[in-house]
C-alpha cells in the first residue's frame, strides 16, 4: 500500500503503524490544486448548497481552547471547573 503525505508528524505515526506501507512525500495541497480538482464541476454550474454544509472538526478552534483563558475564565476541565 502507498499513501502520499505532507506532514512529517503524520509520516512518523504512520510509519510505526504500519511499517510495511510505502511513505510517498509530497507538497502541503493549495487552494489552485483545488480548483485543479473542481474546475470541471464549476465550469458546469454544480455547486453544493452551502446550507447543507457542516464542517467536522479535528478539534477545537485556538479560540475555543484559549480564548477564556485570556479572559481570566479557566479552561473546561481546569481545576476549580465543573
Known amino acids: 500500500m502507498r499513501i502520499a503525505l505532507c506532514d512529517e508528524a503524520a509520516a512518523l505515526v504512520l510509519s510505526a503503524s504500519w511499517p510495511t506501507t510505502e511513505l510517498v512525500r509530497t507538497a502541503a495541497p493549495t487552494a489552485a490544486d483545488a480548483l485543479v480538482h473542481c474546475s470541471q464541476r ?24 484559549f480564548g477564556k483563558e485570556i479572559l481570566g475564565i479557566p479552561a473546561a476541565g481546569a481545576p476549580g471547573r465543573l
Open 42 to 65: 464549476v465550469t458546469a454550474g454544480e455547486f453544493a448548497d452551502l446550507e447543507r454544509l457542516d464542517g467536522h472538526y479535528l478539534r477545537r478552534s485556538d479560540a475555543e481552547i
